[in-house]
């Protein structure tokens, strides 16, 4: 393993149960997914000792569908961040340009898939982090529609946003790995069977079988507002890989989607208000790290949490601000409000469109260190994936090609449950 690139934080084996679609398929897994009897740290010194005594639903289905896990990724500490440089683990370099970051924050998954440590990986979607290190590494990613796959075992950040999603290195693969971990689950109430939506159409034979590259008659719209401000090399190569579409019969429609402007905000008060209430959990007490205190209750808990990284500590007090007395109204009700507005927008755009098109990632791959020294650009990054998530739907990305020899990412988000559309779609950008 290329121990350079730092794309796993441990490495250990659980071996699939031989038969099945993904036998001789080597698997990664992000470390905020739960494998019984390997540890599972979040990229946090909370939980650098932290060994699950269960497995996450995905992680049972992999291994019963034949799949290898060969590891536990790194990652942004509890998935916040958008360069795979807030672990504590150290960052992961990206295989493309070891001087660059890798994207975030499922970074380790996606370097792992393109240096070719696994053939699949996992990561979770919680804002961008699944689409964000795919468009950088170059591989595939997917975030399902929200219900679509199991978070039972995944280490919560924000339950109303993030999704556990596959990455490869072709879309097939992708969306082999998606039929393998989709459908409904006892222990996940949030979990929906596509196949009782009406119109959601799963393909006979899963999701790889929507991978045949037909996209002849598909409406793609085109968003001004997700091109608006994005780095003129990204925005060339991924206008190249949507006329590609046009090459194939699909028609191409300028649309406008006028509340993705309020969705990176939003969405930062929305995670960080759910964070500060999921990582209320780390007390010393249930799970992980305990400092060694004289203290009483809250003099413990307090030094207990100093082991959490910077970006986790700003989030919380983010959070816990904007859900104050007080402040709840002015900050969350109104990211609240937005998060409607953008769910509409897209509602309303797919009434017209099949799929929407954009650039994944409006930048190209920052350079180690850029987005320590500068969260607040980190956060724009996630200007073009946050929307998605805040509408739950789903979507991919795809490489659309290079620009100045680093990956640049095509993202097609689709309707709720029209994952066979986006891959369609996808499948054809990727064989042109
Ligand atoms: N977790 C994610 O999906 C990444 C996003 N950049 C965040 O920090 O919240």
Request: glycine share 12%; proline share 5%.
């Given at each position: 393993?290329?121990?350079?690139?730092?794309?796993?934080?441990?490495?250990?084996?659980?071996?699939?149960?031989?038969?099945g679609p993904l036998?001789?398929t080597?698997v990664?897994?992000?470390?905020?997914?739960?494998?019984?009897?390997?540890?599972?740290?979040?990229?946090?010194?909370?939980?650098?000792?932290?060994?699950?005594?269960?497995?996450?639903?995905v992680?049972?289905r992999l291994?019963d569908a034949g799949a290898?896990?060969?590891?536990?990724?790194?990652?942004?500490?509890?998935?916040?961040?958008?360069?795979?440089?807030?672990?504590?683990?150290?960052?992961?370099?990206?295989?493309?340009?070891?001087?660059?970051?890798?994207?975030?924050?499922?970074?380790?998954?996606?370097?792992?898939?393109?240096?070719?440590?696994?053939?699949v990986?996992l990561?979770?979607?919680?804002?961008?982090?699944?689409?964000?290190?795919?468009?950088?590494?170059?591989?595939?990613?997917i975030?399902p529609t929200?219900?679509l796959v199991s978070?039972?075992?995944?280490?919560?950040?924000?339950?109303?946003?993030?999704?556990i999603g596959p990455?490869a290195?072709?879309v097939e693969e992708a969306a082999e790995a998606l039929s393998v971990i989709a459908g409904p689950?006892?222990?996940?109430?949030?979990?929906?069977d596509p196949a009782?939506?009406?119109?959601a159409g799963v393909p006979q034979g899963g999701y790889a079988a929507a991978a045949?590259?037909?996209?002849?008659?598909?409406?793609?719209?085109?968003?001004?507002?997700?091109?608006?401000?994005?780095?003129?090399?990204?925005?060339?190569?991924?206008?190249?890989?949507?006329?590609?579409?046009?090459?194939?019969?699909?028609?191409?429609?300028?649309?406008?989607?006028?509340?993705?402007?309020?969705?990176?905000?939003?969405?930062?008060?929305?995670?960080?208000?759910?964070?500060?209430?999921?990582?209320?959990?780390?007390?010393?007490?249930?799970?992980?790290?305990?400092?060694?205190?004289?203290?009483?209750?809250?003099?413990?808990?307090?030094?207990?949490?100093?082991?959490?990284?910077?970006?986790?500590?700003?989030?919380?007090?983010?959070?816990?601000?904007?859900?104050?007395?007080?402040?709840?109204?002015?900050?969350?009700?109104?990211?609240?409000?937005?998060?409607?507005?953008?769910?509409?927008?897209?509602?309303?755009?797919?009434?017209?469109?099949?799929?929407?098109?954009?650039?994944?990632?409006?930048?190209?791959?920052?350079?180690?260190?850029?987005?320590?020294?500068?969260?607040?650009?980190?956060?724009?990054?996630?200007?073009?994936?946050?929307?998605?998530?805040?509408?739950?739907?789903p979507?991919i990305?795809?490489?659309?090609?290079?620009?100045?020899?680093?990956?640049?990412?095509?993202?097609?988000?689709?309707?709720?449950f029209?994952e066979a559309?986006?891959i369609?779609?996808?499948?054809?950008?990727?064989?042109?």
């Open positions: 393993m290329a121990a350079d690139l730092n794309a796993f934080i441990t490495e250990e084996t659980i071996e699939g149960d031989g038969e036998a001789d080597t990664a897994v992000k470390d905020n997914i739960s494998t019984a009897g390997v540890r599972t740290t979040c990229g946090s010194e909370m939980l650098a000792d932290y060994v699950p005594p269960y497995s996450a639903t992680v049972e291994t290898t896990v060969v590891g536990k990724t790194n990652m942004d500490e509890f998935g916040m961040g958008t360069t795979t440089e807030t672990s504590a683990f150290g960052p992961t370099r990206n295989p493309a340009d070891p001087e660059r970051v890798p994207g975030g924050s499922s970074g380790g998954s996606a370097a792992a898939v393109a240096a070719g440590e696994a053939d990986a990561g979770s979607d919680t804002g961008g982090s699944v689409r964000c290190p795919a468009a950088f590494c170059g591989v595939v990613g975030k929200y219900g978070r039972y075992g995944l280490v919560a950040y924000a339950n109303s946003l993030e999704q990455i290195g072709t689950d006892p222990n996940d109430g949030t979990t929906r009782a939506v009406e119109g045949d590259g037909d996209v002849d008659g598909l409406t793609v719209g085109v968003p001004t507002e997700l091109f608006e401000g994005a780095d003129e090399r990204v925005v060339e190569t991924v206008e190249d890989a949507i006329a590609c579409l046009e090459d194939r019969g699909a028609e191409t429609v300028e649309i406008s989607l006028p509340s993705v402007e309020h969705a990176v905000q939003a969405y930062y008060v929305i995670a960080t208000g759910e964070a500060s209430s999921n990582l209320a959990r780390f007390d010393g007490v249930r799970y992980g790290h305990r400092a060694d205190s004289d203290g009483n209750w809250n003099e413990s808990f307090a030094e207990t949490r100093e082991a959490f990284g910077a970006e986790v500590k700003r989030r919380i007090l983010l959070g816990t601000y904007a859900l104050s007395a007080g402040y709840h109204d002015k900050y969350y009700e109104k990211a609240q409000d937005a998060r409607e507005w953008v769910r509409r927008d897209f509602e309303d755009a797919f009434d017209d469109v099949d799929v929407i098109a954009s650039p994944t990632m409006p930048v190209l791959p920052f350079e180690l260190g850029e987005g320590l020294e500068d969260p607040l650009r980190m956060y724009l990054a996630d200007a073009n994936t946050t929307p998605v998530n805040l509408a739950n739907l979507a990305s795809v490489p659309a090609g290079e620009a100045d020899g680093l990956p640049v990412g095509l993202q097609l988000v689709g309707p709720k029209g559309t986006v369609r779609a996808a499948s054809a950008v990727e064989d042109r």
